[in-house]
């Protein structure tokens, strides 16, 4: 399995980004998502999740109401839409895959079994 996250950029604090992440060589259907992120210094730290269905998600509080995630399982790709960006926002992004039939949701990284390279988000004050 590989995850191929793109869409990080350079934005000024209350711009948005969309970050996507594609996954191929899966070789389960059902899996759920996930994107976190690591700031310089920090450990790395759950942004949001979704189910197989898209029907399940979940977001860190920091990012409620601002961060949106969606999915298109006929592309196998995750997006993560970013808007109102703070400059405490600024981190390197991962995407996740975690193998589950199950509906519950994972918040902590060691839950998930696959990891893209990450894609780095700057947001200027």
């Known amino acids: 399995v590989q995850l191929q996250a793109s869409g990080g950029g350079l934005v000024q604090a209350g711009g948005s980004l969309r970050l996507s992440c594609v996954a191929s060589g899966i070789t389960f259907s059902s899996y759920h998502m996930g994107w976190f992120r690591q700031a310089p210094g920090k450990e790395r730290e759950f942004v949001s999740t979704i189910s197989w269905s898209g029907a399940y998600v979940n977001y860190a509080d920091s990012v409620k109401g601002r961060f949106t995630i969606s999915r298109d399982n006929a592309k196998n790709t995750v997006y993560l839409q970013m808007n109102s960006l703070k400059p405490e926002d600024t981190a390197v992004y991962y995407c996740?895959?975690?193998?589950?039939?199950?509906?519950?949701?994972?918040?902590?990284?060691?839950?998930?079994?696959?990891w893209g390279q990450g894609t780095l988000v700057t947001v200027s004050s």
């Open positions: 996740a895959l975690r193998y589950t039939t199950g509906s519950r949701l994972a918040l902590r990284p060691d839950e998930y079994n696959y």
